[in-house]
Each structure stands twice: as C-alpha cells, then as structure tokens.
Nanobody
C-alpha cells in the first residue's frame, strides 16, 4: 500500500512561491490518480489540483488555475505542486492524496482518493 509524505510547506510573503512535494512509498504509485487538497482553519477541505496516473491530464480548481501547477514523476514516486503568486487566502494545510476511484467520483471529489498524507502547512503573509 502506498504511503504519502508531504514536504515543502512554510511561510512565504504574498506574491511569493513555494513548491510542495508528495513522496510515495511502494511500487504502485503509477497506478494512482494523485491530487492536492487544502484545508484552512474553520473551513471545509477544498480541492486544489489533480493529475491522472500517467500525468497526461491535469485538473485545477478555478481559483488556482494559472497560479498553481501540478506534476508528477512516476520514476521518482513523487508528485509536486508549484505554487506561484501566493495570496494570504492560500494559507492552509495542504494534503496530498492518492486514489483509484476517480472514474466514479471525479478527480475533484475527495471520495476519489483512498490514501492521504499528513499534510504540510502553508502560510502566506500579507
């Protein structure tokens, strides 16, 4: 079973950039659709971006489109989220997730993902 570990979070000023990584253990990484979700204090978990198992298709929340880029390297069992032009409202805990149910639930639903990391904090100061 794949285990997920996020890294790369931190404190950044508005307008800055961060690159999150999600490292996966196990040999079946390439079988999974991968995604990023985030959750701010007092708010529900929110879809950020997703990528198909091969990396050929990507999906973004409208509010992140054009600022965030999701990618994956199946040889390295790692997924990335490049975040540019960060805003204070991007402050949240960012979670990576892996799943096989995207054909039933859609890439943007948390129900598509069976496996979740512990999260990494991103704080954007104004």
């Amino acid at each position: 079973q794949v285990q997920l570990v996020e890294s790369g979070g931190g404190l950044v000023q508005a307008g800055g950039s961060l690159r999150l990584s999600c490292a996966a253990s196990g040999r079946t990484f390439a079988m999974y659709a991968m995604s990023w979700f985030r959750q701010a204090p007092g708010k529900e978990r929110e879809f950020v971006a997703a990528i198909s198992p091969s990396g050929g298709n990507t999906y973004y929340s409208d509010s992140m489109k054009g600022r965030f880029t999701i990618s994956r390297d199946n040889d390295k069992n790692t997924m990335y989220l490049q975040m540019n032009s960060l805003k204070p409202e991007d402050t949240a805990v960012y979670y990576c997730a892996a799943g096989t149910r995207q054909h039933y639930s859609g890439y943007e639903s948390h129900r598509a993902y069976e496996l979740w990391g512990q999260g990494t904090q991103v704080t954007v100061s104004s």
